[in-house]
């Protein structure tokens, strides 16, 4: 069959799901035997999400080829089971960046290269390309933002320029939010409307809208919806909040959303399947034992909210691994600041099962993790560093067990004595120059792991491939010292140049990793390295 494009627009306002929606839609059509992949267009000049700062973006989710890209992308990665890389993802930066580029190799022919049509077609053939690398028989192309605002609107050009091209293999779907005004008490469909009529004035109608909402939608607004947005009563999908994200393709598919899409392009489903995520389903309903896990990060908070999009890898990681082991992780968010101006605080560390440091960045909080982490190695309670929170476990080691002075990270202190996480040598020079888009240590790579370590047991493989995202690391001068007290070097890289895991033997779970595994968690297969660490929490 020939490439089915699907593209996925937000209507009323951001933050409504969209991009969990896209991925819904791209699993249950997956679930109907087809082959699925999806695409994240960003509206900002940011040619990467990787100079962005959590708070103002949310995670910046690191490919397997070493992109770093919108949270998003994790999200595909995770409903669809596929590793999706750098060619999926782009920005408005990124498209202007190869226009440009190729208007100074002379690939235009001469030609006076314009915004429409250089720049929307760049975005097709971005879009093609990808759906021929994945080989999709659908390919889901989510864009960033809202109908009606300035920044998307030559993403929705090249809609209406790549359906004219080929009208029977393009659909749009709008998610848009209808809300619920408590002093009036009834779902209103009029912003969603207005959104549609903005759409059509692009010269685009959606074929489906997936209602976001407090409560699922009733007969009355649907038919709303029908006569003032030009679809079928029945293409006005309900997608009520839910509890659990996982859920949504399930609630989807209940209401026929693949058959629909598939009959929309003539086709029929080929199987019927998406048992394995009801399975799943059904167990955690009935799971009602709790484990108590902090996360000692710093990017939650924005004003008076609190943003755990920082983290969501994270999040998800925990989660998988706690349905793996039949718990309901409880997560608790720990401001390590804290620690710093009230040292007893740190107490309260013994009511969790479970610590978590996350990746991170400078020097705020810094000497609080680092207080989070000795309590944890010195009370038997479990702990998993990442990155970030593996260097800081490696200068906790250094200071309270080697004994060492005045130890720090360079990124933290360039100036301190005993530098145990110090910039890798390729690194120097970027920093100095201001390089700083797109070049740290980034994507995977291997990793081979000691056969005594409590990761090979988890992993139950010698040879590992993870994600990276950093520009210091574990510095070598150090390692005799540390190991002869104790500390292991669970995993190098196979050049054994790289320290990518430390671990502490004789501690019921003490894992600090170089690279991310959260990013490679999926419902259904935890990370191993979670999934073990959710399991000492327990005992
Ligand atoms: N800031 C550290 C580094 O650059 C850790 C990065 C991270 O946690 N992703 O090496």
Redesign the pocket.
Known sequence: MTHKFIFVVGGVMSGVGKGVASASIGKVLQSKGYKVTAIKIDPYINVDAGTMNPTEHGEVFVTDDGDETDQDIGNYERFLDQDINSPNYMTTGRVYLSVIQRERNLEYDGKCVEVVPHVPEEVINRIKKAADLAGADFTIIEVGGTVGEYQNILFLEAIRILRTEIPDDVMTIMVSYLPIPSKVGEMKTKPTQNAVRTLNSTGIFPSFILCRSAMPIDEIRRKKLATFCNIPKDNAISAPDVDNIYKIPINFDNQGLGDKILQSFNLSPQQKDLQDWRNLFNKIEKLDKKVKIGIAGKYFATGDFTLADSYISVIEAIKHAGWANNVLPELIWLNTEEYEQNPGKIEELNKFSGIIV?????SRGVEGKIMAIQYCRENNIPYLG??????LATIEFARNVVGIEDVN?E?VNPNCKNPV?H??PD?KKKVADKDMGGT??LGAYPCVLNETSKSFEAYGQKEISER??????FNNDYRQQMTEKGLLLAGLSPDENLVEIIEIPDHKFFVGT?F?PEFKSRPLKPHPLFREFIKAAIN
């Open positions: 996350p990746g991170g960045f400078g990442l990155c970030y929170g593996m260097q990270s990124e996480i910039i890798m690194q740290m240590r990276h995202r950093h520009r210091y690391e170089q991310h």
